[in-house]
């Protein structure tokens, strides 16, 4: 491997190869301004044939444009393959090689020949996969320095070569190693191997992602989605996509990766999101106990008990008056269609529709017996009449999922008629309101609560299925969150992300086989990533000493990045007043103060009810600070981040205060020490840890 930067001066352009690589970028970028030209000069008029088709045709224009802008501080190409021979051709005939640029976007020029190839194309498949052990038919492989958004260096692979040794990549170390300044960025020029076989599996099937923290799990996800979209754009145009976060500040942390990739249409949302119902908001919150009970996957069959109970037997015959006729449909036989209908076990609303058709045909068949001919109008005109709704009424009322639920936790009676045999009696206890709301509009819901309203109304009205969605951090989703999610993607597939050793919650995921029954995908394919390439391996390491007790059998990430003094652990407290704070808040802003000396972002991490002393700390040494989600930019750097809200996100260097506290802020110790471990690992370039309570036994 070969590692190229400027030479001197009295190199030309038309020698120097650093000089030709960036002629070529300055054309690229000059070709994708003439294709955004060409989008902005397209006139519609004459091709709409009215005001809908021009609005719908004039958005996706527009999404076009945005497509293609040029983003001057993120690289154009970031790649170059040499292939011995033109793809696809013939070997034995000798095909002379072509040369390919891979960027973030496709870029042709005038005449239609590409200058930039699509990172997702077939074509560019060996920049991520190839190998000295396997070549792939390529004979150089060339990576890019940028600064700035400016091409500064070049460092060549000779993959075909037997005299050229492999080699490490600095400038592909230094990618990944760059301080992060800003929301997450995309991984498009330093995908992995391994990590490539994920992003490039196919639409059909789903897959679970099992992966450490700083292997890059969220990256591969949402490079997934933007793959799928290259390879399969028209159908999921069709169907839609979701990417689904634990919280909104993961989710704004995201956000940009797909629009630089030239993406837009992808929906973000939490579970809470997809839940919300119009009228009914998360104004109350449930004890532990009482929010494992409500994730339980058993509450979907004592849900499913409740909706059937609406389904009452007929009273008496049916009487139907057409004209001068009277039309009698007796109570067995009305008895014998409500039964086929329940034993379909199709949806309650859909039996509810059917119902009064197939009462109408019944009426038919009384008119064909009688020698008359009826058609279709006579049957929807019997099935509209009152005799017919008022029948429907009764023996398969409307079903409200709100009103259901809300007589499920109110109501000790018809909670224990439908939970018989499914919950305990204490289980049973747990879910009841201490004091029942009126009604649905002034009921503190929980969060929990949402969910079961949700699965309610699945079985009253199917949920609309979308074409993928993915689902990040999901070790932390209760059985019927699962079954939430499983919900919108039931005729679609799904990427599933998480590591178990960072579930905290209550009812944290116990094993992915379990996780992807409720999701609705068990045939799923479980991939595990355990190359760290985020983490120092110096901070996973010390992190590590925790999943003996976290999460046994979990196998450690093994951190690519040997980086030394990336750790720091002290204790800061008066040795005469251990239980003094004021030490360790002043060692604290001491040490926020040191690592903003550094380039990139910083994170202090705490309990979260030691956040205001810390704030009021850092607003009187004068340190401005962010709230999490919230934009990082060069002057301002310093988030202070709530310990319940650091999953996911990363900084280059953080400040993790009082480890005690954060483990005593749980309601378990087990989850007070994933939530720990969550908080070690998000530094990517170094970690500071400061104590003034005796860290936990684990970590020693």
Same mark, same amino acid.
């Given at each position: 491997?070969?590692?190229?930067?400027?030479?001197?001066?009295?190199?030309?352009?038309?020698?120097?190869?650093?000089?030709?690589?960036?002629?070529?970028?300055?054309?690229?970028?000059?070709?994708?301004?003439?294709?955004?030209?060409?989008?902005?000069?397209?006139?519609?008029?004459?091709?709409?044939?009215?005001?809908?088709?021009?609005?719908?045709?004039?958005?996706?224009?527009?999404?076009?444009?945005?497509?293609?802008?040029?983003?001057?501080?993120?690289?154009?190409?970031?790649?170059?393959?040499?292939?011995?021979?033109?793809?696809?051709?013939?070997?034995?005939? =000798?095909?002379?090689?072509?040369?390919?640029?891979?960027?973030? !976007?496709?870029?042709?020029?005038?005449?239609?020949?590409?200058?930039?190839?699509?990172?997702?194309?077939?074509?560019?498949?060996?920049?991520?996969?190839?190998?000295?052990?396997?070549?792939?038919?390529?004979?150089?492989?060339?990576?890019?320095?940028?600064?700035?958004?400016?091409?500064?260096?070049?460092?060549?692979?000779?993959?075909?070569?037997?005299?050229?040794?492999?080699?490490?990549?600095?400038?592909?170390?230094?990618?990944?190693?760059?301080?992060?300044?800003?929301?997450?960025?995309?991984?498009?020029?330093?995908?992995?191997?391994?990590?490539?076989?994920?992003?490039?599996?196919?639409?059909?099937?789903?897959?679970?992602?099992?992966?450490?923290?700083?292997? =890059?799990?969220?990256?591969?996800?949402?490079?997934?989605?933007?793959?799928?979209?290259?390879?399969?754009?028209?159908?999921?145009?069709?169907?839609?996509?979701?990417?689904?976060?634990?919280?909104?500040?993961?989710?704004?942390?995201?956000?940009?990766?797909?629009?630089?990739?030239?993406?837009?249409?992808?929906?973000?949302?939490?579970?809470?999101?997809?839940?919300?119902?119009?009228?009914?908001?998360?104004?109350?919150?449930?004890?532990?106990?009482?929010?494992?009970?409500?994730?339980?996957? %058993?509450?979907?069959?004592?849900?499913?008990?409740?909706?059937?109970?609406?389904?009452?037997?007929?009273?008496?015959?049916?009487?139907?008056?057409?004209?001068?006729? %009277?039309?009698?449909?007796?109570?067995?036989?009305?008895?014998?269609?409500?039964?086929?209908?329940?034993?379909?076990?199709?949806?309650?609303?859909?039996?509810?529709?059917?119902?009064?058709?197939?009462?109408?045909?019944?009426?038919?068949?009384?008119?064909?017996?009688?020698?008359?001919?009826?058609?279709?109008?006579?049957?929807?005109?019997?099935?509209?009449?009152?005799?017919?709704?008022?029948?429907?009424?009764?023996?398969?009322?409307?079903?409200?999922?709100?009103?259901?639920?809300?007589?499920?936790?109110?109501?000790?009676?018809?909670?224990?008629?439908?939970?018989?045999?499914?919950?305990?009696?204490?289980?049973?206890?747990?879910?009841?309101?201490?004091?029942?709301?009126?009604?649905?509009?002034?009921?503190?819901?929980?969060?929990?609560?949402?969910?079961?309203?949700?699965?309610?109304?699945?079985?009253?009205? %199917?949920?609309?299925?979308?074409?993928?969605?993915?689902?990040?951090?999901?070790?932390?989703?209760?059985?019927?969150?699962?079954?939430?999610?499983?919900?919108?993607?039931?005729?679609?597939?799904?990427?599933?992300?998480?590591?178990?050793?960072?579930?905290?919650?209550?009812?944290?995921?116990?094993?992915?086989?379990?996780?992807?029954?409720?999701?609705?995908?068990?045939?799923?394919?479980?991939?595990?990533?355990?190359? =760290?390439?985020?983490?120092?391996?110096?901070?996973?390491?010390?992190?590590? !000493?925790?999943?003996?007790?976290?999460?046994?059998?979990?196998?450690?990430?093994?951190?690519?990045?040997?980086?030394?003094?990336?750790?720091?652990?002290? %204790?800061?407290?008066?040795?005469?007043?251990?239980?003094?704070?004021?030490?360790?808040?002043?060692?604290?802003?001491?040490?926020?103060?040191?690592?903003?000396?550094?380039?990139?972002?910083?994170?202090?991490?705490?309990?979260?009810?030691?956040?205001?002393?810390?704030?009021?700390?850092?607003?009187?040494?004068?340190?401005?600070?962010?709230?999490?989600?919230?934009?990082?930019?060069?002057?301002?750097r310093l988030t202070l981040v709530p310990a319940s809200l650091a999953k996911g996100l990363e900084y280059d260097y953080v400040v993790l205060d009082e480890p005690a506290a954060i483990v005593a802020g749980e309601p378990d110790e087990r989850t007070g020490l994933r939530r720990l471990y969550v908080c070690l690992t998000r530094a990517v370039s170094g970690l500071t840890l400061l104590h003034a309570d005796p860290l936990?036994?684990?970590?020693?």
């Amino acid at each position: 491997m070969s590692a190229h930067a400027p030479e001197a001066d009295s190199e030309t352009a038309a020698t120097h190869p650093l000089a030709r690589e960036q002629a070529h970028l300055t054309a690229s970028r000059a070709a994708l301004r003439a294709m955004r030209a060409d989008v902005e000069a397209l006139d519609i008029r004459d091709v709409t044939a009215n005001w809908v088709n021009a609005i719908v045709l004039q958005a996706q224009i527009d999404d076009r444009i945005k497509a293609l802008a040029d983003l001057a501080h993120t690289p154009l190409f970031f790649g170059r393959l040499n292939y011995l021979h033109a793809p696809g051709a013939d070997l034995a005939e =000798g095909a002379e090689g072509e040369q390919f640029y891979i960027g973030r !976007r496709h870029v042709h020029d005038a005449d239609g020949d590409p200058m930039v190839i699509d990172w997702r194309a077939p074509v560019s498949q060996p920049f991520y996969r190839a190998s000295k052990n396997d070549p792939q038919d390529i004979a150089l492989r060339r990576r890019f320095g940028y600064t700035g958004g400016e091409l500064t260096a070049y460092e060549d692979e000779h993959l075909s070569d037997p005299s050229e040794a492999a080699a490490v990549s600095k400038l592909l170390q230094q990618e990944i190693e760059r301080p992060r300044v800003g929301p997450m960025r995309d991984i498009v020029a330093t995908i992995q191997p391994e990590q490539d076989e994920i992003v490039r599996s196919g639409l059909s099937g789903s897959v679970c992602v099992q992966g450490g923290p700083g292997t =890059g799990k969220t990256a591969v996800g949402l490079h997934r989605v933007a793959y799928l979209l290259y390879a399969h754009r028209e159908r999921l145009a069709r169907t839609g996509t979701l990417v689904i976060g634990p919280n909104r500040s993961f989710l704004h942390y995201i956000e940009q990766v797909l629009p630089a990739l030239g993406e837009l249409e992808v929906k973000q949302a939490t579970v809470e999101d997809l839940v919300s119902r119009d009228g009914l908001e998360i104004r109350g919150t449930d004890a532990a106990a009482t929010a494992v009970v409500k994730g339980d996957a %058993r509450m979907a069959e004592v849900l499913r008990r409740a909706v059937r109970s609406h389904v009452s037997p007929p009273a008496e015959p049916l009487m139907v008056v057409r004209g001068s006729r %009277r039309w009698r449909v007796p109570t067995y036989e009305l008895e014998e269609i409500v039964a086929e209908l329940l034993d379909r076990d199709i949806r309650y609303g859909a039996a509810r529709d059917a119902l009064p058709q197939r009462i109408a045909h019944t009426v038919l068949v009384r008119m064909e017996q009688a020698g008359e001919a009826p058609d279709d109008r006579v049957q929807d005109a019997v099935a509209r009449g009152a005799a017919v709704k008022a029948a429907v009424k009764a023996m398969w009322p409307a079903v409200d999922p709100a009103k259901l639920v809300l007589r499920l936790l109110s109501d000790p009676e018809f909670l224990a008629e439908h939970a018989q045999g499914v919950l305990s009696d204490d289980e049973q206890e747990l879910l009841l309101w201490a004091k029942p709301f009126r009604s649905v509009k002034s009921a503190k819901w929980s969060a929990a609560d949402l969910v079961l309203i949700d699965e309610a109304a699945d079985l009253v009205e %199917r949920t609309h299925s979308l074409g993928h969605v993915v689902l990040d951090e999901a070790q932390d989703l209760s059985p019927m969150q699962y079954r939430a999610v499983g919900r919108r993607c039931t005729t679609g597939s799904a990427t599933v992300l998480g590591d178990l050793a960072q579930g905290t919650t209550p009812w944290a995921t116990r094993g992915w086989d379990e996780a992807l029954a409720h999701l609705g995908k068990p045939e799923a394919v479980l991939e595990e990533l355990t190359a =760290g390439f985020r983490v120092p391996r110096e901070v996973i390491a010390y992190a590590s !000493r925790l999943l003996p007790s976290i999460s046994p059998g979990l196998a450690p990430v093994s951190s690519v990045r040997e980086t030394p003094g990336s750790l720091v652990v002290a %204790r800061a407290a008066d040795p005469a007043d251990p239980s003094d704070p004021s030490d360790l808040t002043a060692s604290v802003i001491d040490a926020c103060r040191a690592s903003l000396g550094h380039e990139g972002s910083i994170g202090l991490i705490a309990a979260d009810a030691r956040i205001p002393e810390l704030a009021k700390a850092l607003e009187a040494a004068g340190m401005a600070y962010l709230s999490p989600g919230e934009e990082t930019t060069a002057q301002s750097r310093l988030t202070l981040v709530p310990a319940s809200l650091a999953k996911g996100l990363e900084y280059d260097y953080v400040v993790l205060d009082e480890p005690a506290a954060i483990v005593a802020g749980e309601p378990d110790e087990r989850t007070g020490l994933r939530r720990l471990y969550v908080c070690l690992t998000r530094a990517v370039s170094g970690l500071t840890l400061l104590h003034a309570d005796p860290l936990p036994a684990a970590l020693a």
